[in-house]
């Protein structure tokens, strides 16, 4: 009976039994704070789902750094399977693609890259360093296998190779493990198999949901058209104009979202960003005052910036009423900024991050000769990663928390080092197979580097193996996928009582919602359709 059965605390207001129990509050733990219990069919049943939902994504606390980390490198993992079993088949076979191309692919690609991380965010999670294990285990024995002779021979000569330049495919990686990942989890959090650790932290901590927010922002700042060194055609102020319309979409995205979440009664965690402020609008001012900054910043100083920019916002919230107001003003209809402060005032921290994210696209967008060098710049990338650790641990210890709700200089640190962290392990993966590639002849493992050949006959078929791969297909429409996403999550609320699912039908429907999402996103990839609204 616990199931429909609503509790009413003095801290957070109408909460499941189940929520409830598992309180932190050290008083409502005791029961002090327990007003009283009643069934849910005392209240409006839509008003109390409503409120049940609001009350299980809310006042949590998130998990430690070295969880969401580890999170992280089973997606490098994945994809190292998925590219050494199609080189086993390959020498197996000695052709790709596999026979049914169209359906093995697809199917392939889902249950190596998209199956392991819902199943390792939701009934796994609490063994994820024995599956990162088992998984960088497996994978070490493939290695092993396929290159056993050629390695003492091959290496000096490997890392003197040369790559095809036309992309930088652990970019890739990146920008579609974000979205994808982002797409289980903003479905995945409402299901009670989701831990509570990894969604968004009520005010301070770092859930995993919380980095994607941070990571989201990252990953468009790599590939902007600054970041590509894209010349600017006409004035600088024309150039700020184009940006503005070109962010059109997410701000049409922004507003169909608000109209519906308020015409349906959806519910909404309004401390994440606000009563009317959603992260569609983020994107869109991120994007714009981003343009308008990197217009007139030298492109070389762009961290240094980006620090100043975090710092300074860090020493307001220090030293004014900023913060207390942010955190502890509950008056959301006094005016707009009250009622979207959250979300206003994060944009700074966003902003740092984005110019961070440009800064780094430029770095990786140089021309490099050769493997050693790319060796070079991910030891870089990672290096640069552990410094920023450090300076978040002295920062957490000497002035305050990681908080995405104030975007502030921990999170900006945070949101950086372990983007860092993350490119660097994709960018290992695609060093390993370039290796394996290399040692065993294949050369059409999609999504991944190969070695630059002045006359090379298997372009055709390289192109071929192409439009059967789920990470290019995500790539080549990602705002597509996201809204997709989003959509699939608010029908799936509708008509599923998400919180009281069991485990079973929990993962059934979550692996349903995101086969459902990379078909539609595969076959439009298939057919060569790119949906593009500017």
Not at 95 to 117: E, G, M, Q, T, Y
Not at 407 to 424: D, K, T
Not at 499 to 527: A, D, E, G, Q, R
């Amino acid at each position: 009976m616990s199931e429909g059965i609503l509790c009413r605390c003095r801290h957070h207001g109408w909460v499941s039994l189940l929520a409830f129990s598992s309180c932190n509050w050290k008083c409502c733990k005791t029961g002090i704070s327990v007003n009283y219990f009643q069934s849910a069919t005392d209240k409006p049943w839509a008003m109390a789902q409503r409120e049940l939902k609001e009350a299980f994504v809310s006042n949590l606390n998130g998990t430690s750094l070295e969880e969401v980390a580890l999170g992280s490198f089973l997606s490098p993992v994945c994809v190292v399977n998925r590219g050494l079993f199609l080189i086993l088949y390959y020498q197996a076979k000695g052709n790709l693609p596999l026979p049914h191309p169209l359906f093995s692919h697809l199917l392939l690609d889902f249950c190596a890259l998209i199956v392991p991380l819902v199943l390792s965010c939701t009934v796994l999670s609490s063994v994820l360093h024995q599956v990162a294990v088992s998984l960088t285990f497996f994978s070490a024995c493939v290695f092993c296998y396929i290159c056993c002779g050629c390695l003492k021979n091959t290496v000096s000569a490997f890392l003197q190779s040369h790559v095809e330049f036309n992309q930088v495919p652990f970019v890739t990686l990146f920008r579609v493990f974000v979205n994808v990942k982002t797409a289980i989890s903003i479905l995945a959090v409402d299901f009670s198999v989701f831990p509570r650790r990894y969604a968004k932290t009520e005010t301070y901590g770092t859930g995993v949901m919380d980095f994607g927010v941070g990571a989201f922002i990252f990953a468009n700042a790599l590939v902007c058209p600054e970041a590509r060194r894209r010349n600017i055609s006409g004035s600088k102020m024309s150039h700020v104009a184009k940006q503005l319309l070109s962010v059109w979409p997410l701000v049409a995205l922004g507003m169909g979202r608000l109209v519906s979440v308020k015409m349906t009664s959806y519910h909404e965690h309004v401390t994440e960003y606000g009563v009317h402020w959603n992260f569609f609008f983020t994107l869109a001012i991120v994007r714009v005052m981003a343009s308008v900054l990197l217009v007139v910043l030298p492109t070389s100083l762009l961290w240094i910036f980006a620090l100043l920019i975090s710092g300074f916002y860090q020493f307001t919230l220090e030293t004014s009423g900023l913060k207390a107001f942010i955190i502890h003003n509950s008056d959301r209809e006094k005016d707009f900024l009250h009622a979207n402060k959250e979300g206003l005032f994060s944009i700074f921290g966003y902003v740092a991050i984005y110019l961070s994210g440009v800064q780094i696209g430029l770095y990786l967008m140089q021309p490099r000769a050769n493997v050693r060098e790319w060796l070079r710049t991910l030891v870089s990338l990672l290096l640069g990663s552990f410094a920023l650790y450090a300076a978040l641990h002295a920062c957490q210890t000497l002035v305050e928390p990681v908080s995405r709700r104030l975007a502030n200089f921990p999170f900006y640190l945070w949101s950086v080092a372990q983007s860092l962290f993350f490119l660097s392990c994709l960018g290992l993966v695609d060093i390993i197979l370039l290796f394996s590639k290399r040692a065993s002849g294949c050369h059409f493992v999609p999504s991944s580097w190969n070695l630059y050949k002045k006359h090379y006959d298997g372009d055709k078929k390289s192109g071929e193996i192409g439009r059967l791969c789920l990470i290019q297909a995500v790539s080549r429409n990602q705002l597509l996928f996201f809204l997709l996403a989003n959509v699939m999550t608010g029908l799936t609320n509708s008509v599923v009582d998400t919180i009281n699912c069991s485990t079973f039908f929990s993962l059934c429907i979550l692996l349903l919602y995101m086969f459902i999402n990379c078909f539609v996103i595969y076959v439009l990839h298939f057919y060569g359709i790119t949906v593009k609204f500017w």
